[in-house]
């Protein structure tokens, strides 16, 4: 029988008893890490979230207490009260925190029994996904995640007073609101009062926040829930959270870049000591995509990639003339030292494994050049001249034991493929040092990219991103070649926040609309609450927004968003832990007007 807590009071967590309070009563509660029984003497090891401290259960100086310590098992929660002491020298336990300390026990109560768990905590990585997510609450008392879950809320700390000390103000949006169907596919929520009316949840505060800043609001700030139904992935979710601001009276996209950079050199430094550089470097989008084959770089190693289009337009091979004539590009990586020595980190059939992968970013295949100790190796060689050859050669810099692999295709086969092939080497050599940052920004994006499902231009950010002042007059004229007023900072490989400058002129928001394709009425339709309010003076303005768990992602290491969330989904956007989403009761269908069809069209 669980017993009252009555006149307890824990007077620290586990982990926070330290050789002050030797000789000092002490009251802790958590749960029972582990029991071992010596006869005699019963240790047991308490954690809470602050990490463990072992207790002691000596029957010489306890009997009634000492009895109630032999029916303690895994995982009942206790409360402890005793007098801290010093560990004697052969069981000090340097891997603790508190391994220095004990807690002799003098009195103990059992708050809670526990069954025996599903699987053993300490051998959870070992357990399958599905189990583990099925019993999340069990999985969140590991110290891994507990671990990650404080830098979580470091994270939403640190946000707070930096964005508060620099004049933002703090409000909510609403998540029911208006479909505007211009990106991702919306979860849609029925309404009751209204029916066959749907509300949408709200893929981002983005129409909103701009509306504060018409509203008059100056600077804003909310540590906000978005849902988007898409197809899932290691780091997307359905629901996720942004650190989403908004400035006004900015015309300047180093206004905004300054700001959050600040905020992230404090979450470094905070976090992990680390001080970031003074000028974080800049690449433009066309740069980024011409030297990694990516939007979001990883520059921590090399394996640039280079354009030899020039070569190769009149080289003799006909995968390569065929690729420039028709308006796309060959592109080479040289993989430094890959073919090298008598055990290459490249075999052959790791080489036609490589060409196998590219496939799957739609490239047709990879051709290649090895440089051997005995001269060169490769198929393509023939169609070509010396000098050809030589000039590839010199142009990649290639040296023996290199090999350097050939892409031709449309460009954005060529970058998809290239760029991909980059990380894939690098991740084959273990060329990237995971104990370091690399962050930059990537800017000038393009404002616009053309859908073949589609048959017209879609922004590629949102519609309300502000094209760059020089490009304006190519609205009209050439929109792929409108650069957007956008900046994303890429940290390690990934995305952790982008924005832009907003269109804050009702002119240009009326040009942006119709390159879009869209009629008055679907603008009236979709966004006519929005545009109405341009009606009434906008301040030019802009943000940005941080991906809240991609940022605790790179905080703690790593590389599966499901580690950051407290409760998440899995790939089918299904809750293991609970069974959502589920039937509902037929009353509750009657009252929204819906009737659940046998098949879906």
Request: proline letters at 3%; aromatic letters at 10%.
């Amino acid at each position: 029988m669980a017993e009252f807590l009555g006149d307890w009071k824990r007077t620290c967590y586990a982990a926070e008893a330290t050789e002050k309070l030797i000789e000092k009563e002490t009251i802790v509660m958590g749960w029972v890490d582990n029991r071992r029984d010596f006869g005699g003497l019963i240790f047991v090891d308490l954690r809470d979230r602050s990490g463990l401290l072992q207790i002691v259960f000596d029957s010489s100086a306890i009997t009634s207490e000492f009895y109630k310590a032999e029916s303690i098992r895994s995982e009942y929660v206790i409360a402890v009260k005793g007098k801290i002491r010093k560990r004697s020298k052969e069981t000090i336990n340097p891997k603790l925190k508190t391994g220095t300390i004990e807690l002799l026990a003098t009195s103990v109560k059992v708050l809670s029994d526990a069954d025996t768990i599903p699987f053993e905590l300490d051998d959870v990585q070992s357990v399958k996904e599905p189990l583990r997510l099925k019993y999340r609450y069990l999985e969140l008392r590991t110290p891994k995640l507990q671990e990650i879950m404080h830098v979580r809320h470091m994270i939403y700390q640190i946000t707070h007073d930096y964005l508060n000390r620099n004049g933002f103000l703090e409000m909510e949006t609403p998540y029911l609101g208006k479909s505007t169907p211009e990106g991702a596919r919306d979860y849609l929520v029925p309404s009751r009062v209204h029916h066959g009316s749907f509300y949408a949840l709200s893929q981002s505060p983005q129409l909103y926040k701009q509306l504060l800043m018409i509203s008059g609001f100056d600077r804003y700030y909310q540590i906000a829930r978005c849902f988007r139904d898409e197809d899932l992935r290691a780091n997307r979710q359905p629901e996720f959270t942004q650190i989403d601001l908004e400035m006004s009276f900015v015309d300047n996209t180093e206004d905004v870049m300054t700001m959050a950079e600040g905020m992230v050199r404090e979450l470094f430094q905070k976090i992990k000591g680390i001080d970031l550089p003074k000028d974080i470097r800049r690449l433009t989008y066309q740069e980024a995509m011409d030297r990694y084959g990516s939007d979001k770089p990883d520059t921590r190693f090399e394996l640039e990639i280079v354009n030899i289009s020039d070569i190769a337009k009149d080289c003799g091979f006909k995968v390569f003339t065929d690729a420039v004539k028709n308006g796309g590009s060959v592109r080479m990586i040289n993989a430094k030292g890959f073919v090298q020595g008598d055990n290459p980190i490249l075999s052959r059939r790791d080489i036609d494994a490589l060409t196998d992968f590219v496939k799957i970013y739609k490239a047709k295949g990879l051709a290649w050049i090895a440089v051997k100790e005995d001269g060169i190796q490769s198929v393509i060689t023939k169609f070509m001249s010396q000098e050809v050859v030589d000039e590839i050669i010199k142009r990649a810099d290639a040296q023996k034991g290199d090999i350097l692999f050939f892409c031709a295709d449309k460009d954005t086969v060529v970058y998809d493929a290239m760029g991909a092939l980059r990380l894939r080497l690098a991740e084959i050599a273990n060329l990237i040092d995971k104990s370091t940052y690399d962050v930059l920004w990537v800017t000038d994006f393009p404002l616009l990219e053309y859908s073949e499902e589609e048959k017209r231009y879609v922004a590629k950010h949102h519609p309300f991103t502000s094209p760059k002042n020089e490009d304006l007059e190519l609205m009209d004229t050439a929109p792929d070649k409108v650069r957007a007023k956008a900046y994303d900072l890429v940290i390690n490989g990934q995305e952790a926040g982008g924005g832009s400058l907003r269109i804050f002129n009702r002119e240009i928001q009326k040009k942006m609309f119709k390159v879009l394709g869209l009629t008055d009425e679907q603008i009236t339709d979709r966004f006519g609450f929005f545009v109405n309010a341009f009606n009434y003076g906008t301040p030019p303005h802009g943000g940005l927004a941080f991906g809240l768990d991609r940022l605790v992602m790179l905080l703690t290491g790593t590389d599966n968003i499901k580690d950051v969330i407290p409760f998440p989904k899995v790939q089918n956007a299904s809750d293991l832990m609970t069974g959502a989403p589920d039937t509902v009761e037929s009353r509750q269908l009657r009252d929204l007007a819906i009737k659940i069809s046998e098949t879906a069209e």
